[in-house]
């Protein structure tokens, strides 16, 4: 008896489980999908014509916000005011509610990997090695990792090997790092070399890449610290870098703007799913996030299907039974979501409120992993959390929320700036030298790396380009 209690138990918990994680990665538009084919299908389900507050459950105004979930908690407060909104009037930027709309949605733009990639490398291949490029890049599985060889490449093209070689090592170090990697330690061990020109590398890291990656996964430790004849905790360290820092599989990266190959041709960004404001649209006041819940009303079980379970037959009630545990699982599951996305934008908001206000060259380098340690969750519940979702900005700039964690935007952007203000076209050597003058130490070619994402052509194009326009 006991252990069949605790068989349910367990299925009930991994069932709630996978379900919050499921509603966890919807964006708003598609939380409402899923609820209204849940409204559809389950007649123990009910939507009641009322707007509620889903933090404090009060009855809300037609329009607007919660007027006491909206207000700082503490008088002169000057942190941020995080609330779930089940408002529909999503552009209003501010708490007085109203229908302001944009006239054209915001459409951002649709790119793939391998175009996303070339547009990087192109200012630094020669004229007869893009078509090389081109179909080296056009050779990608979903992973971001190469289904052909060097030699194949070289036999098709008739060039040598070597050749072939350096474009695909070309190809390796833009965004996401390790593209066109042969296996997923080849392209780990790329990252690696990206990362050390800015940080430190733990000791016996490629190694464990190269030969003891089945190992490191199954946290055989010791038996790794035999094998490079080091200490058990020497090999923890290095394995905690590889995990919190590279990605076995570059297409899967949250880094910039890379679309996984297999994204829809367009994105267009209806409705954000965050709203980020100041509090009375006064800047300098607090802000104000608001984190939409598409809910037009308040979501409960069907009183009058549970009370009539009492007549009907006992294979029926079974059924009832199962479709009344169904609507409640789903009410509970909306709200651990709408409780993980508070929790994660409340800490969010405070470590990158400089970028919300400032602008790019403020943003904070930041990865799931340090914001799953500080919150005491699980590294796929942060990026589950994150994917597909849209902020809008007080700027009223609608962003995908997973900018929060591109660790080179601020440095793009002040390259960026260097080069609009120039009065010679610089180099990246040059440019190298003036970050230092910032207190930014990062080498040559993770400045062309950067400057490539941005789609800036190399110097010497840039002059021949003023030279032209002249």
């Known amino acids: 008896m006991f252990q069949?209690?605790?068989?349910?138990?367990?299925?009930?918990?991994?069932?709630?489980?996978?379900?919050?994680?499921?509603?966890l990665s919807l964006t708003a538009e598609e939380l409402q999908q899923k609820i209204d084919s849940e409204l559809a299908s389950n007649p123990a389900l009910e939507l009641v014509e009322e707007r509620r507050c889903p933090?404090?459950?009060?009855?809300?105004?037609?329009?607007?916000?919660?007027?006491?979930?909206?207000?700082?908690?503490l008088?002169?407060?000057?942190?941020?005011?995080?609330?779930?909104?089940?408002?529909?009037?999503?552009?209003?930027?501010?708490i007085t509610g109203g229908t302001e709309v944009p006239d054209e949605p915001y459409i951002s733009e649709s790119i793939d990997l391998p175009t996303y990639v070339l547009k990087q490398a192109a200012g630094d291949l020669a004229v007869e090695d893009r078509l090389l490029a081109a179909y080296i890049l056009n050779h990608l599985d979903e992973d971001g990792l190469l289904t052909i060889t060097a030699m194949e490449v070289a036999r098709y093209h008739h060039r040598l090997p070597s050749e072939v070689e350096a474009v695909i090592e070309l190809l390796k170090r833009c965004d996401p790092v390790g593209v066109c990697s042969a296996t997923p330690a080849e392209a780990m061990l790329a990252?690696?070399?990206?990362?050390?020109e800015n940080v430190e590398i733990p000791p016996l890291t490629r190694e464990i890449i190269r030969?003891?990656?089945?190992?490191?996964?199954?946290?055989?430790?010791?038996?790794?610290a035999r094998a490079l004849k080091s200490s058990t905790k020497q090999i923890q360290t290095a394995a905690n870098f590889i995990i919190e820092n590279l990605n076995p599989f570059p297409a899967r990266a949250h880094w910039g703007d890379v679309r996984n190959p297999n994204a829809s041709a367009s994105e267009v960004f209806?409705?954000?799913?965050?709203?980020?404001?100041?509090?009375?649209?006064?800047?300098?006041?607090?802000?104000?996030?608001?984190?939409?819940?598409?809910?037009?009303?308040?979501?409960?079980?069907?009183?009058l299907f549970k009370e009539s379970m009492k007549n009907v037959s006992q294979d029926q009630a079974v059924d009832w039974k199962g479709d009344i545990e169904k609507a409640s699982l789903l009410i509970k599951c909306i709200q651990q979501r709408s409780n993980a996305m508070k929790l994660l934008l409340e800490k969010l908001v405070v470590l990158q409120k400089n970028y919300i206000i400032g602008g790019d060259k403020n943003m904070k380098s930041l990865t799931r992993a340090k914001i799953a340690e500080e919150l005491g969750l699980h590294e796929s519940t942060i990026s589950r959390a994150v994917?597909?979702?849209t902020i809008q900005l007080p700027n009223r700039k609608i962003v995908p929320l997973s900018i929060f964690f591109d660790r080179s935007l601020s440095l793009r952007t002040v390259i960026k700036e260097m080069i609009e203000e120039e009065d010679h076209p610089l180099s990246d050597s040059e440019i190298k030298v003036m970050l230092e003058d910032y207190g930014v130490s990062i080498a040559r070619r993770t400045v062309a790396k950067y400057r490539s994402m941005e789609g800036i052509l190399p110097a010497?194009?840039?002059q021949s380009s003023s030279l032209n326009a002249e």
């Open 270 to 303: 209806h409705q954000p799913d965050i709203l980020i404001y100041y509090l009375n649209d006064k800047p300098g006041n607090p802000l104000v996030v608001e984190i939409i819940l598409p809910v037009r009303g308040t979501l409960r079980v069907n009183q």
């Open 4 to 23: 069949n209690q605790w068989q349910q138990t367990t299925a009930n918990t991994s069932a709630h489980l996978a379900q919050t994680m499921t509603l």
């Open 387 to 389: 994917s597909g979702k």
């Open 191 to 196: 990252q690696v070399e990206s990362l050390e």
């Open 460 to 462: 010497h194009l840039r």
């Open 55 to 73: 933090m404090c459950k009060r009855l809300l105004p037609p329009t607007g916000p919660c007027p006491i979930c909206s207000q700082p908690k």
């Open 211 to 224: 030969d003891y990656l089945p190992q490191m996964s199954q946290h055989h430790f010791p038996e790794i």
């Open 75 to 94: 008088e002169d407060s000057e942190d941020p005011i995080v609330f779930i909104s089940p408002r529909e009037d999503f552009y209003t930027g501010g």
